[in-house]
């Protein structure tokens, strides 16, 4: 079991080619026991995105703050907070922050992914 608070996680940037100005918490993984599934909360800064990417897993999203646009395989999608995100595997897509505050979005892989 684990209780925490996301701020008292240690956050890394993300240094994959393409991406900018993001950072990254991973909130609970295989570290922690879970078997299945691992969360994991980015931190984008305004004018920041990930890299356009795809991967074979599926992953689902939550928007806690922010605005942006999720664009996936060739079409961009505008979100807020309370949006929900399902990417499909193997779809091209990223997500960039559009507004002037940070994004903050949990995003759920299979653990094996994490």
């Known amino acids: 079991m684990k209780i925490e608070k996301s701020i008292n996680i240690k956050k890394t940037p993300v240094l994959m080619e393409g991406a900018k100005d993001i950072?990254?918490?991973?909130?609970?993984s295989k570290a922690d026991g879970a078997n299945n599934f691992?969360?994991?909360m980015f931190e984008v800064q305004p004018g920041g995105h990930t890299p356009l990417h795809?991967?074979?897993?599926e992953h689902e999203v939550f928007i806690v703050e922010g605005i942006g646009t999720f664009h996936c395989e060739g079409k961009d999608?505008?979100?807020e907070p309370e949006h929900v995100i399902?990417?499909?595997g193997n779809s091209m897509h990223n997500f960039q922050n559009t507004g002037d505050s940070l994004l903050r979005f949990l995003c759920?892989?299979?653990a094996s992914a994490a």
């Not at 795809?54 to 897993?57: G, L, N, Y």
Request: aromatic share 14%.
């Open 23 to 28: 950072e990254i918490r991973v909130l609970i």
């Open 38 to 40: 691992a969360m994991r």
């Open 54 to 57: 795809a991967h074979p897993h």
């Open 77 to 79: 999608y505008h979100f």
């Open 86 to 88: 399902f990417v499909p």
């Open 108 to 110: 759920l892989v299979p």
